[in-house]
């Protein structure tokens, strides 16, 4: 069902729930208030028949009322008002000559009580009294219909024009929802509409406040989806371009495998380069997914306080067999013992790829030493000195310094880069006195 359908079947039973309750408490109120009053002019009626001279009456009966008016009789009912004045052995005295001469006689009622006409069956409310000589017996009595009649009456005067007016409100209601969906409505159009790579934002600027977060919460959505598709289209992208070459090379050195069947030397030969061309597109693929998921902006809720001091040694103890084979000494230098919010394998990854770069373009015999702050990281090597121009272009995707022989990708101090900005740290490289490069981290 609709939201439009269950508001609607929601507002015809609100509205006649809301004018049935009403509808009952004015009858309850009204019919109360009613017989308050005719209990009152009952009694009242009663007292001034008390201060009639009841010795010698001319008539027991008195004329009815048409007989007494002929013309502009006005609007009367029978059953509004009937009394009867009896002795107190129950001889009539005196009645109004209509109902009245029907009222039966009670020697022992007082007050107000419930009672018939003779040969009647129409429930009567009866008001007895005796006069202060105690010699007649006064009642006056009052259909319950006559009353019941009268409440309707005015129930049905107040009520009514609200039970026309209801559907009227009830339209209007329907209305004025059906309007305020009609954005709502828009936006399930665009978003059925919408191309699967279409990332724009959808117009919140009709929608009701209430909607609006939802509207920017999708915005955002789009936004995060666009994002991610262009990692992963960049990532494809990535590896199809840098692994060409890499397997290219490797499908050579097969053939050169398959071709050297009888050169022994050769055949060996080929088969350190397939190795060696194997590790190195496993390197790529590695990286290559490394930083593809440092680039991910979920990687936040994993963070957690991360020892960086601790972090290093393991850091340190991982490339040094590396560094032993480059004849390269390590060397940490801890002037604090940081602990700050990270994702830990990601900053291992940036510990590895800076220690990793460093060894790699350092000369034979020389060292790569790391000196670890409160505030901040430096690796400091040995290498080749870059120009200024060359420094700024480090860090980008599959760039590397012309003329160099050493192999890589060009995407070691790109992930340091994302990791570092994933983690609000800057980033800066500099050429060291005397020749080298000096990659500085602060958070």
Known sequence: MSLFLRLGVG???????????ASLSAWLQTRDTINELFDTQQLLFAKRLMALDLAAPADATLPENKALLRHHRGDQDDDALAFAIFTRDGRPVLNDGENGRMLPFDAEAQGFHD?????????????????PDGQHRI?????W???????????QSSILPWLIALPLMLLLLLGLVWR????LKRITQLLAQRAPDDDRPLDAGRVPLEVRPLTEALNGLFSRISAMVQRERRFTSDAAHELRSPLAALRVQS????????DEVMRLHALRQLDAGIQRATRLVDQLLTLSRAEAEDARGAFQPVDLHSLLQEALAEQLPHADRAGVALRLESLAEPVIQGHPLLLSLLARNLLDNAIRYTPEGSDVRVVLESRGLRVEDNGVGLSETELQRLGERFWRPPGQEKSGSGLGLSIVRNVAQLHGMQLRFSQREGGGLCVALRW
């Open 180 to 183: 305020e969906l009609r954005p």
């Open 139 to 143: 009642v006056v009595g009052q259909e």
């Open 145 to 155: 219909e006559y009353r019941d009649d009268m409440a309707k009456a005015l129930v």
């Open 11 to 21: 507002f015809v039973l609100l509205l006649g729930l809301c004018w049935g309750s």
């Open 115 to 131: 009672g018939r006409l003779i040969d009647d069956d129409d429930a009567w409310r009866f008001v007895w009294l005796t006069t």
């Open 255 to 262: 053939e050169v495998v398959q071709l050297a069947a009888d």
